[in-house]
């Protein structure tokens, strides 16, 4: 249950766990670089004004659209209203 919990959380945990080993790098490289982008532009730009908020909901939809995925291909071998609830929650 720990497992399950910790692959919903962190996008590519789930490919690991699985054995897709190449995608899961792939997938956590990617979280990674989002996340480091998104203390970049934080750092950059200590007031906050539009473009950092604007800059943020970018940043944060592309973590979002990671984890979609993550959560849908992880999910193909089981059922399609199992994996659809999960993207829901």
Do not use: E
Not at 9 to 35: D, E, M
Not at 62 to 86: K, Q
């Amino acid at each position: 249950m720990a497992a399950a919990t910790l692959s919903m959380l962190v996008p590519g945990l789930g490919q690991f766990i699985l054995g897709a080993y190449r995608r899961a790098l792939v997938l956590l490289g990617l979280t990674g670089a989002i996340v480091l982008a998104s203390g970049a532009v934080v750092l950059a730009h200590p007031s906050l004004d539009s473009r950092l908020l604007a800059s943020i909901l970018v940043l944060d939809l592309a973590l979002l659209a990671l984890r979609v995925f993550a959560v849908v291909d992880a999910g193909r071998s089981t059922a399609p209203v199992f994996v659809a609830a999960l993207v829901v929650l």
